[in-house]
DNA sequence: CGAGTAATTGATCATGCTCAAGACCCGTGG
DNA sequence: CCACGGGTCTTGAGCATGATCAATTACTCG
């Protein structure tokens, strides 16, 4: 059982790094104990001294903060197969929470293990410090998002992102995919209220670039939609970088 | 002339990751080379493939992203002693742009000697990963900052957050310090306009909670800022992580 | 001293919030 | 199989935070 829900992590691990057979299995070796949440669960708790780091086998969560009042933001979702709060491993005291969006299954892996697989093969370490970098792009692209996009943009922004994570991950195509989130999940995502989330969708849908419901969301005009978010996928850095192309490489092709 | 730039570097990961000798040695021959930048020259741009990351000597530097409407979004400050785009070592290709918000200096330390140092000592290469997660923790605290907080909080929230990181960074105290910024930057940085930025201040400044002026901020009562921002320091991550505690630990006290 | 940048002020505008009520949807139990 | 109930979605009306536009004043640095 925790096999084939690492596998999903290595096969994400290998979107952004080069993990040869033997790293492969260090991680489909991890270990782990599945565990069921339930919707509102807090998976981590900001001030917890963690000691493992969570594995979405099935389901969403979103990383969180939370002012005085009790507004909510989350600062990140995490669909089957991320493995949120891989940070953890190097800063275990969370400044953050992690709260299940819906009924979820994740796999509790060991920071120890973590560490050991990181220690044992340096691919692993770098593959482990890329793949929180990136996540760290995707917080700074949001930041951007929230602070100089108007509602709209920031809709269509957050379903182009989605769509393509899903697809990258296998869950979906980045036009069609299955999700179960709340209005009032997704103005916490955007810095909205539900209210104006409902507003916004009912005029993306008016447009004729996206249809929701049934639990899942299909983009009916990938280029407008993307356009109207100014989304450019660079930032989820799903590219294994090339080798540093010597200067020398463009007079090979003739 | 390099080495006292590194020594900044050096002090700044110590704040958050234990190095030996042999390991400051090793961060202390990173070499690289000095350079000065102009305000307002982008030390990296959007798609540039790195070499190198850039340690900020002296001056101040902002990673941003930039809306197709020009509408720029400050996503991090960088005050001397950060090695601003440390992630770029593991993710070269930049998907943001690094800016010089006044007259900068600073070294260029090639990607090639920091993955060495990172190979050769594993406590080195936790630190650069731990250092890089701890951005992205402040990526995230900025986040939610923007989606949930007003105006005048989030103008305090960053007034605290400079100071703590100037304080650490030895560069003053949290309640006193130097810095040469615009209200046209910290726009930028708060996702907001200078005017509104201007009358933010004012009233900052009318509560007698701030004083500012010959590039330099003051901090009149911290308490009553701290509170308005509702800072808390923990997501800077400036403690060195105590030994994982084991279980039976409490019991040792008595 | 002069030019350019930055700070300040005022007036109007609009995006997105608040509050409130009603419709819809879906799982549960009678 | 249907009624019930809670959560979610939808709609409307008024409000406010922060944007926009447009001067004017104050620095700063040659």
Redesign the interface.
């Known amino acids: 059982m925790p096999q084939s829900a690492l596998a999903a992590f290595l096969k994400r691990l290998r979107l952004r790094s080069e993990l040869g057979p033997a790293e492969g299995d260090a991680i489909l070796n991890l270990g782990g104990r599945v565990e069921q949440r339930a919707r509102r669960d807090d998976i981590v708790q900001?001030?917890d001294?963690t000691?493992h780091a969570c594995l979405i086998v099935e389901g969403l969560a979103a990383?969180?903060?939370?002012?005085?009042a009790g507004?909510?933001?989350y600062?990140?979702l995490h669909i089957s197969g991320d493995m949120c709060d891989l940070?953890s491993v190097?800063?275990?005291?969370a400044?953050?929470n992690i709260e299940a969006l819906n009924p979820v299954t994740i796999l509790r892996v060991a920071h120890t293990a973590l560490l050991a697989a990181a220690?044992a093969y340096?691919a692993i370490?770098?593959a482990?410090?890329?793949d929180?970098?990136?996540?760290?792009?995707i917080?700074?692209?949001?930041?951007?998002n929230?602070?100089?996009?108007p509602a709209h943009a920031r809709m269509a922004h957050l379903i182009c992102e989605i769509g393509t994570r899903m697809e990258h991950a296998g869950l979906g195509t980045r036009t069609d995919f299955p999700i179960t989130v709340t209005q009032d999940q997704l103005a916490d995502a955007?810095?909205l209220t539900a209210v104006h989330v409902n507003r916004m969708l009912q005029a993306l849908r008016a447009e004729g670039l996206v249809r929701t419901g049934h639990k899942r969301i299909e983009i009916l005009n990938w280029d407008a939609l993307a356009a109207c978010a100014?989304f450019q996928e660079?930032?989820l850095?799903f590219?294994r970088?090339a080798a540093?192309?010597p200067p020398a490489a463009d007079y090979c092709i003739a």
Do not use: S
């Not at 917080?139 to 951007?144: E, L, R």
């Not at 929230?146 to 996009?149: A, F, N, T």
């Open positions: 900001r001030g001294h000691t990383r969180y903060d939370e002012t005085e507004a909510r933001q600062t990140a940070h190097i800063l275990p005291k400044a953050w220690e340096p370490g770098k482990f410090w890329r929180t970098t990136a996540d760290g792009g917080f700074a692209k949001w930041t951007a929230l602070g100089r996009k955007l810095g100014d660079d930032y850095q590219v970088d540093p192309t």
